[in-house]
Nanobody
Framework: QVQLVESGGGLAQPGGSLRLSCTAS????????MSWHRQAPGKERELVAT????????NYADSVKGRFTISRDNAKNTVYLQMNTLKPEDTAVYFC??????????????WGQGTQVTVSS
């Protein structure tokens, strides 16, 4: 079945960087819009960044704009989230998700299992 597997989480100091990866399998990755979401303890899940399938347009939550960069490598079926200038409030479980790029709007269909990011000194 469809799989999305995140990696790259861990512990970082405030001001530090991490790069998350999400590798997809068993669907046509290049035709799917991809996204990163996060959920902190006691909080609702938040959309962090998106990248579209065909034009590779990107969008970011205001809280991460200028610090995080989403990118994709269709040859590797992988989407990345480069996180710079990390803050303690970035601490959360980060999930990648996918939805068909042929559809306008709609819910994300496929989700990874998440990777923990902790920002602390």
């Amino acid at each position: 079945q469809v799989q999305l597997v995140e990696s790259g989480g861990g512990l970082a100091q405030p001001g530090g960087s991490l790069r998350l990866s999400c590798t997809a399998s068993r669907f046509t990755f290049s035709t799917y819009d991809m996204s990163w979401h996060r959920q902190a303890p006691g909080k609702e899940r938040e959309l962090v960044a998106t990248i579209t399938a065909f034009t590779q347009n990107t969008n970011y939550a205001d809280s991460v704009k200028g610090r995080f960069t989403i990118s994709r490598d269709n040859a590797k079926n992988t989407v990345y989230l480069q996180m710079n200038t990390l803050k303690p409030e970035d601490t959360a479980v980060y999930f990648c998700a996918a939805k068909s790029g042929w559809r306008v709007g709609g819910e994300y269909e496929y989700w990874g299992q998440g990777t923990q990011v902790t920002v602390s000194s």
